[in-house]
T-cell receptor, first 115, second 110 residues
């Protein structure tokens, strides 16, 4: 296990296109989180899963954003009809409160540029 | 609502000088507080958490509930401490969402 893995690392797309990011958490972690980070700002919470259940979703997340974790392992974050304001680093993190691995372990992020 | 404020965007000190990175929070309950660090070209990682009450890489942080602060301190800064530091709050041990401050860029000059 090499930690939290995110793909792709970089994505450049044109406005209006759909993009999908994937996150593979640490295998024994049951929680998975998505954050967004723009220049000069800290990570901003988007949503999180416990196993396959999406337990919380930020009000900042518009209808164009959807996240899934179908089998409680990897997760995908899809952005439909991208806008220039979606340009950001999308961070994935995982943890497992019950097992004592309670702090967030972050991936390297997926950087999105919308032209 | 929970909020984390890091009043300094940039902080620059000389090697060997003391350093303090400020963090103030707003939350009505008893939160958990963390400091995360991001070194150049590396991913965000935990530096320390208030529950552990430990010193990591010479850094300490004390939770002051009266002042709602969790400042990060180190008595003698080293060049390798240069990084981006984020303070974060989580409402409780089992809570999901963590709220991050906007970070402080620390530069330690030789």
């Amino acid at each position: 296990d090499t930690g939290v893995s995110q793909n792709p690392r970089h994505k450049i797309t044109k406005r209006g296109q759909n993009v999908t990011f994937r996150c593979d958490p640490i295998s024994e972690h049951n929680r998975l989180y998505w954050y967004r980070q723009t220049l000069g700002q800290g990570p901003e919470f988007l949503t999180y899963f416990q196993n396959e259940a999406q337990l919380e979703k930020s009000r900042l997340l518009s209808d164009r954003f959807s996240a899934e974790r179908p089998k409680g392992s990897f997760s995908t974050l899809e952005i439909q009809r991208t806008e220039q304001g979606d340009s950001a680093m999308y961070l994935c993190a995982s943890n497992s409160p019950r097992s004592g691995a309670n702090v967030l372990t972050f991936g390297a992020g997926s950087r999105l540029t919308v032209l | 609502a929970q909020r984390v404020t890091q009043p300094e965007k940039l902080l620059s000190v000389f090697k060997g000088a003391p350093v303090e990175l400020k963090c103030n929070y707003s939350y009505s309950g008893s939160p958990e507080l963390f400091w995360y660090v991001q070194y150049s070209r590396q991913r965000l990682q935990l530096l320390l958490r208030h529950i552990s009450r430990e010193s990591i890489k010479g850094f300490t942080a004390d939770l002051n509930k009266g002042e709602t602060s969790f400042h990060l301190k180190k008595p003698f800064a080293q060049e390798e401490d240069s990084a981006m530091y984020y303070c974060a709050l989580r409402p409780g041990t089992n809570a999901g969402k963590s709220t991050f401050g906007d970070g402080t860029t620390l530069t330690v000059k030789p």
